[in-house]
């Protein structure tokens, strides 16, 4: 089966740039998507098709994928962006989700 | 924009099944994936399968194949996921969320059902 693999954690100081990566065999022949979840709530998609931004998504959000690895950048990080992060994938018909990062704003 | 509101909380003892249902507003499920993805506690999200609305395919993990069943009620824009022979390894928070025709990303989600399984 695939397999998307995530730092547990990446901390990150307020004003600087988080990168968080992705991890898959020939992820960048698929498309990467990101999901920020915040403690109770429901997910909620941040980039879609490996670097867009759907409508209400911050333009410090931005993502890229490439070989193995996709990377989901926040720049300018805010302590609102403090949450988990989940890259997913499609593998044939079956979704493939990431373990989740944490992200640390401190 | 399509909200998804999900049936309330539930507590079933090991063994029993547990259905729970995700109604969509301003929605036609023709077309559409409901999706159906759980988090245990403390846990990342796990993908459990989906059913097309429109003509009530469905596709399950191979993990939950056997136990889950996916269907849905276009009448009244409904959907529901059904988990049969529970344990407490299926106590979880589990959401829907849609994926449309032509897209492959799961926007939006529902707020989340919890299915807390105890003797």
């Known amino acids: 089966s695939y397999n998307l693999t995530q730092p547990p954690s990446v901390s990150v100081s307020p004003g600087q740039t988080a990168s968080i990566t992705c991890s898959g065999d020939?992820?960048?022949?698929?498309?990467a998507y990101w999901y920020q979840q915040k403690p109770g709530q429901s997910p909620v998609l941040v980039i879609y098709?490996?670097?867009k931004r759907p409508s209400g998504i911050p333009e410090r959000f931005s993502g890229s994928n490439s070989g193995n690895t996709a990377t989901l950048t926040i720049s300018g990080t805010q302590a609102m962006d403090e949450a988990d992060y989940y890259c997913?994938?499609?593998?044939?018909?079956?979704?493939?989700f990431g373990g989740g990062t944490k992200l640390t704003v401190l | 924009q399509v909200q998804l509101v999900q049936s309330g909380a539930e507590v079933k003892k090991p063994g029993a099944s547990v259905k729970v249902s995700c109604k969509a507003s301003?929605?036609?499920?023709?077309?559409?994936?409901m999706h159906w993805v759980r988090q245990a506690p403390g846990q990342g999200l796990e993908w459990m399968g989906w059913i097309n609305g429109n003509r009530g395919g469905t596709n399950y993990a191979q993990k939950f194949q056997g136990r889950v069943t996916m269907t849905r009620d276009t009448s009244i824009s409904t959907a529901y996921m059904e988990l049969s022979r529970l344990t407490s390894d299926d106590t979880a928070v589990y959401y829907c969320a849609l994926v449309g025709a032509t897209t492959e990303w799961f926007d939006p989600w529902g707020q989340g059902t919890l299915v807390t399984v105890s003797s």
């Open positions: 020939k992820l960048g022949d698929k498309y």
């Open positions: 997913q994938a499609w593998d044939s018909s079956t979704v493939v």
């Open positions: 098709q490996d670097n």
């Open positions: 301003r929605y036609t499920f023709t077309g559409y994936y």
